[in-house]
């Protein structure tokens, strides 16, 4: 099965967030299918991505995962500032996180490492902590998005609670991903 281990929002940010991406695609003037949009039922912030593991490495995640939130209190993660990746030409456009960051690192990390004494691949690239709004298919299209966004850089959108930890299956379908909580664990 395909896993993943993330943190949830709650439904008042991902109204905010749907009412951001509705401002976003208004401003932009692009071709059906240049911007995918991530539905907001599908937004969490991914802390880990295991791609396919085994029925048996599931136990062992959901144990490393379980140790990791007990170590950890639970804290408030200010969701804000539009941003993107991939340069001038945009690929992904998100919207990141402000107060309380330091403490969604510290569990990350500690979580990556946990992890990667368990033998699955630790992170390459520095963590960034970010909420994908959309992925972006055409060059023009990343230009005119990146161009548009600039005006949400100060965006507040508002905090979420983060106080447990989720693992989830992620179902590859035609009409879009399907995600599937297997377990939350409690941060303390």
């Known amino acids: 099965m395909r896993v993943f281990i993330a943190i949830d929002i709650d439904d008042k940010i991902r109204k905010a967030i749907a009412d951001l991406q509705k401002q976003i695609a208004s ?3 692009v071709k059906k299918g240049d911007l995918k949009w991530v539905e907001p039922n599908n937004i969490h912030l991914t802390l880990k991505f295991l791609g396919e593991i085994s029925d048996e490495q599931l136990e062992e995640v959901r144990e490393i995962v379980n140790t990791v ?3 950890h209190q639970k804290f408030n993660l200010e969701i804000e500032s539009v941003g993107s990746f991939g340069g001038r030409s945009a690929k992904i456009v998100w919207v990141g996180a402000g107060k309380g960051t330091d403490a969604l690192l510290a569990l ?7 992890l ?3 033998g699955y691949p630790k992170e390459e690239r520095e ?3 970010h909420l994908t709004l959309c992925r972006v298919n055409h060059p023009i299209a990343g230009l005119k998005v990146g161009e548009a966004i600039a005006q949400f850089s100060h965006l507040k959108l508002g905090s979420i609670a983060a ?9 590859l379908t035609p009409q879009g991903p399907i995600y599937t909580m ?3 664990f409690k941060l303390r």
Do not use: E, M, N, T
């Open 27 to 29: 401003k932009v003037d």
């Open 69 to 71: 939130a007990q170590a």
């Open 108 to 114: 990350q990390k500690d979580l990556d490492d946990l």
């Open 116 to 118: 990667a004494q368990a």
């Open 127 to 129: 963590f960034s902590a």
């Open 163 to 171: 106080d447990a930890i989720y693992v989830y299956q992620s179902q």
């Open 182 to 184: 297997i377990a939350d």
